[in-house]
């Protein structure tokens, strides 16, 4: 089997993800990833035995904003078809799309059957009557690949999709280079770290506004590590981090903290969260906002992950919640569903549909 893996938006925070994949694909059939230059990591890539990296120069815009990120989509989307020309593929998977431009250049792309988009925010997206106008020329022309089966059950529910034209495929663990033990006890400072790039940014500015009436809640043993795009802030239990954080640091905070905090907007509704996957990756507990994502872990792995919207609930979890047998089973269960020995059993079948 012949397959061209592609992205139409290149986000950093999907990096890993993809290269998760390319590394399963390449172990499937033989692959060609057309990329803007610079995306992956060649050394990688040239290590696997299947795979063919074809790149385009990066498009740099000099002011980042909506505008500009669709420009951008577009001239990624051109680029990519320029690549493909006189090439035959038997499918096409596209690992990120922006709904809009995807939407109106999709005839630009031939035997849409072929055609497997991975969701990520689109799903979400969907409920914007102007964006839905556009994408519904498009959706039931392709293939859709989610990662977990709650938003599989979504877009056949709410939008009539197929169901032999929705696929669920687990999010990969991630791999880091020291994972630690599960975190038993600690007379130290028990760290609960925030670090998602999609944080509330409304409730992270109360954290701060309220820091004062907060630290008569949080006792002087924790400290709450949170990242924000726009606020900084530090004092003994709270510490807010705007800027970016590099691989090292990202799987620091995560291998230091006593427990994961994902306080998300409302609106992050019918997708995963990558953070999840990774504090779940390393063994952490994760507390969640009350959204569908952790309403629907918290059922299938109730000891582990947690939802909790204010930090009076998140200190009583901190209080009560054990590193107990239940959670190791649980954690056992977690890791088998999105192993490496898991995952291209699934993948193998969606792509021979």
Request: proline share 4%.
């Amino acid at each position: 089997m012949n397959i061209l893996l592609i992205d139409f938006c290149f986000f950093s925070g999907h990096k890993h993800l993809n290269l998760n994949h390319i590394k399963i694909l390449d172990k499937i059939c033989d692959l060609t990833v057309i990329s803007e230059d610079g995306y992956y990591p060649k050394a990688i890539l040239m290590g696997l035995d299947h795979v063919k990296l074809v790149e385009f120069k990066k498009y740099k815009p000099r002011i980042r904003n909506r505008l500009t990120f669709r420009i951008k989509s577009l001239y990624n989307i051109l680029l990519t078809l320029k690549s493909m020309k006189n090439c035959t593929y038997d499918k096409i998977v596209v690992t990120s799309f922006e709904t809009i431009t995807f939407s109106i250049l999709s005839p630009l792309f031939k035997n849409k059957s072929k055609i497997f988009i991975f969701h990520h925010q689109n799903t979400d997206e969907m409920s914007n009557t102007f964006k839905m106008s556009l994408f519904k020329h498009v959706i039931h022309k392709v293939n859709h690949i989610v990662l977990d089966e709650f938003i599989r059950e979504h877009l056949i529910k709410e939008f009539g999709l197929e169901t032999d034209k929705v696929f669920t495929l687990p999010h990969p663990l991630r791999v880091t280079k020291n994972k630690p033990p599960l975190n038993k006890s600690s007379d130290t400072i028990r760290s609960i770290a925030a670090i998602s790039g999609s944080n509330n940014k409304q409730f992270i500015q109360k954290l701060i506004t309220d820091y004062q009436n907060l630290i008569q809640t949080i006792d002087s043993k924790t400290q709450f590590i949170v990242k924000s795009k726009s606020a900084d802030f530090k004092d003994d239990r709270l510490i807010v981090v705007n800027k970016y954080l590099s691989d090292e640091e990202y799987d620091a905070y995560y291998s230091n903290a006593h427990l994961i905090w994902l306080p998300f907007p409302d609106n992050y509704r019918y997708r995963l969260s990558g953070t999840m996957i990774d504090a779940l990756s390393t063994n952490k507990i994760v507390i969640g906002s009350d959204i569908p994502c952790f309403q629907t872990y918290s059922k299938r792995y109730p000891s582990l992950c947690k939802v909790a919207d204010s930090v009076d609930e998140i200190m009583e979890i901190s209080r009560i919640c054990t590193y107990d047998e239940a959670l190791e089973t649980e954690l056992k269960a977690f890791h088998a569903a999105h192993s490496t020995e898991h995952i291209p059993r699934l993948f193998e079948p969606i792509l021979s549909c």
